[in-house]
């Protein structure tokens, strides 16, 4: 069995409709990328050798606009 398999029965059983294992991947490198963790961090969590590839998992929320207006 697949580590994909365990965590999509794990959501099943949880009863989380729609959840995969890459959009809990997603939401945990989103949810790092909003708190302030560097996208070079995130990629070696992620275990990625491009920096494009972890760019394109990390989703962009209204906070995380909204805090990047504020700084200006």
């Excluded at 580590?3 to 490198?29: D, E, F, M, P, Q």
């Amino acid at each position: 069995m697949r580590l994909t398999h365990i965590v999509n029965g794990i959501y099943k059983n949880a009863g989380i409709s729609g959840a995969t294992s890459h959009s809990g991947r997603r939401t945990g490198l989103t949810n790092l990328a909003e708190r302030g963790v560097g996208v070079r961090v995130l990629m070696a969590l992620a275990g990625h050798s491009n920096m494009a590839t972890t760019q394109r998992y990390i989703d962009l929320r209204p906070a995380m606009l909204k805090a990047a207006v504020e700084l200006v």
